[in-house]
């Protein structure tokens, strides 16, 4: 027997904005934020960025998500530098 449930924050837009602190994601129903020692892994492929929060759980960004290619690079930029440790 498989029960199916629906998950209004899954299948929906959502906003990733990159501060300071970390990552936050909101949609219409939910919002959670992630510091930047939070983010285990980034992975930069030719049409996606994942940002990992667990081994096997991502935001998933696409290529789509950005403007322009500088803008793209000045977010990975972003990520490298907040992720990267203290000196």
Not at 18 to 37: K, P, Q
Request: proline share 3%; hydrophobic share 35%.
């Amino acid at each position: 027997h498989v029960a199916c449930m629906r998950d209004d924050g899954f299948l929906t837009e959502h906003v990733l904005e990159a501060g300071h602190e970390g990552v936050r994601e909101s949609t219409s129903v939910n919002s959670s934020f992630h510091s930047w020692a939070g983010i285990s892994r980034v992975l930069d492929t030719w049409g996606y960025i994942f940002l990992y929060i667990g081994p096997r759980t991502a935001h998933i960004i696409p290529r789509r998500a950005f403007t322009s290619a500088d803008e793209r690079r000045q977010f990975l930029d972003l990520v490298s530098e907040k992720r990267a440790p203290s000196r």
